[in-house]
């Protein structure tokens, strides 16, 4: 079955940029139903989706998150990246990325997560 | 902007029935699935397109949709079902409710 694993630094300082790749493996990134995403969860809080990616570059974001994110992909690498500008210490969080599906142009569910990556931002 | 709306905690005895309800305008005009998360574990999806169960979840977890109110039933609860569940729907944006902390004891 599909398996993604995040990567990337666990300590971010305050105005820098957040950068984090997710690896899918046993499974094309590259299929049409699917969407890739990234969702975030501060410390013991709930889960707060940031964007998805389609294969074909197209993204689409959390209207709350748009101005500082940027998503990124390489099939050839079968990777998808976030990028999270200007952090401050409320971007803390783990970040998971996982597998949407796509049903009607709409992000449905997501059924495969990655264990996900604690990211602490401090100076 | 679109909000689900969870109980934050509730509390089951073994072997009885837990039902987690997930509020939304107009919730049953839309597509909406369940995760369970145990603590330091990544969600798994439980229930999805209302009512669909992922292969290798136990039959015990169900999922209704009509109105205002999704519900995820856990019937026969164990102990193992203790964890926080999350309802989530798409509304021009992926929307997460807040969380519901199930307590089997």
């Known amino acids: 079955q599909v398996q993604l694993q995040e990567s990337g630094p666990g300590l971010v300082k305050p105005s820098q940029t957040l950068s984090l790749t997710c690896t899918v493996s046993r499974g094309s990134i590259s299929r049409g139903d699917y969407y890739w995403s990234w969702i975030r969860q501060h410390p013991e809080k709930g889960l707060e989706w940031i964007g998805y990616i389609f294969y074909s570059g197209s993204t689409y974001y959390n209207p709350s998150l748009k101005s500082r994110v940027t998503l990124s992909v390489d099939t050839s690498k079968s990777q998808f990246s976030l990028k999270l500008s200007s952090v401050t210490a409320a971007d803390t969080a783990v970040y998971y990325c996982?597998?949407?599906?796509?049903?009607?142009?709409?992000?449905?569910?997501?059924?495969?997560w990655g264990q996900g990556t604690l990211v602490t931002v401090s100076s | 902007s679109f909000e689900l709306t969870q109980p934050p905690s509730m509390s089951v005895s073994p072997g009885q029935t837990a039902s987690i309800t997930c509020f939304g305008d107009?919730?049953?005009?839309?597509?909406v699935c369940w995760y369970q998360q145990k603590p330091g574990q990544s969600p798994l999806l439980v229930i999805y397109?209302?009512?669909k169960r992922p292969s290798g979840i136990p039959e015990r977890f169900s999922g209704s949709n009509s109105g205002n109110t999704a519900t995820l039933t856990i019937s026969g609860t164990q102990p193992m079902d203790e964890a926080d569940y999350y309802c989530?729907?798409?509304?021009?944006?992926?929307?997460f409710g807040g969380g519901t902390k199930l307590t089997v004891l």
């Open positions: 107009k919730l049953g005009d839309r597509y």
């Open positions: 989530q729907a798409w509304d021009s944006s992926l929307v």
């Open positions: 397109q209302d009512r």
């Open positions: 996982a597998r949407g599906a796509r049903r009607a142009e709409v992000l449905n569910y997501l059924d495969y």
